[in-house]
């Protein structure tokens, strides 16, 4: 096993976004239990391991179209369903009504299409290993960062209203698929 060689679906950079994957169900793991400490921790490694694979992928000229959709089945998995797992979980004791769980759960389920549909379009406008100046839309892993601080506002009582909370990710959720022009890194 070459894992230098970008033919290779085992190569160092997708060994990189395997990691993540993993991470990303490990974390989801440890929201269901309750530990969203351990789960946080958890996503930024995969978070970590997302900016590795691209990195590793150009350094060692591993970019493939097979790598490019494994980074985003990663992405989807990480940055798109764990966030919004978290935030529910973590709010869900507060919901006071069922009307209420319903409303906020379609709310996260739109946050959950709009990353997809995201990722979907990205793919479709990026050729191999090419880098755009700019994102059209605030890419997922952004979308990711922005969720968990409306996390960490709600768990420190900053912003208590589960309705604040959740027209903020709704807001978030129209935002990957706008026009915004996001400098890329």
Known sequence: MDLFDKHNRFNL???????????????IYFIVQGNFFIAIIVAWIAGACDILDGKLARRYKL??????????????????VMPPFLLFYAMKPSITSVFAEITVGFVFIFYIISGLRRLIE???KVEEGEVAKYFEGVPTPLGAILLWVLYLLFSYEIFSSCAIISFLVFL???SMNSTLKIPHP
């Open 172 to 174: 978030i959720a129209w």
């Open 122 to 124: 990205f793919n479709l």
């Open 13 to 27: 950079a997708n060994l990189v976004t395997y990691l993540n994957v993993a991470l990303g169900i490990i974390a």
């Open 63 to 80: 970019s493939s179209e097979f790598g490019i959709q494994l980074d985003s089945f990663a992405d989807f998995l990480s940055f798109v």
